[in-house]
């Protein structure tokens, strides 16, 4: 599993974005942290258990958008629009490599499984 961020509005990478990610294996919808970690200066979550073998299941991925456009200086509305994104999908393949690009303003972003 990868994870890319973008901040489209300045086309830069979201270097310093706080991203947490959980896993749930089959239904059991009981969910456990794998990893905690800051965006890098390449754009990724570098996270060693991102790079361990899943078996199927969830995977929610937390992006801490208001606290990352905060330390950007710019000024958000209280409460901001979008504070802390949340992106639960499921991993039915574990064999595959599943690329989440996060691409982001402080209103708005898309995020998909991406084919890198």
């Known amino acids: 599993m990868s994870i890319h961020v973008v901040d ?3 086309g830069r990478v979201a270097q310093g974005m706080r991203v947490e990610v959980d896993f ?5 919808g009981v969910f ?14 570098d996270a060693a258990a991102l ?12 992006f801490h958008v208001a606290d990352w ?9 209280a409460p901001p629009f979008l504070d802390v994104v949340c ?6 393949a574990p064999d595959e490599h599943y690329h989440l690009p996060f691409k982001c303003t402080a ?9 890198a």
């Not at 209103?107 to 084919?115: I, L, P, Q, V």
């Open 107 to 115: 209103w708005g972003y898309s995020c998909f499984r991406g084919g």
């Open 69 to 77: 456009y905060r330390t950007q200086s710019q000024r958000l509305p």
């Open 87 to 92: 992106f639960e999908f499921g991993l039915s």
């Open 8 to 10: 489209v509005a300045s």
């Open 24 to 28: 749930a294996a089959g239904d059991a």
């Open 51 to 62: 790079s361990a073998r899943f078996e199927p299941g969830r995977v929610r991925v937390r």
């Open 32 to 45: 456990a942290a794998i990893a905690d970690g800051t965006i890098s200066s390449r754009g990724t979550l």
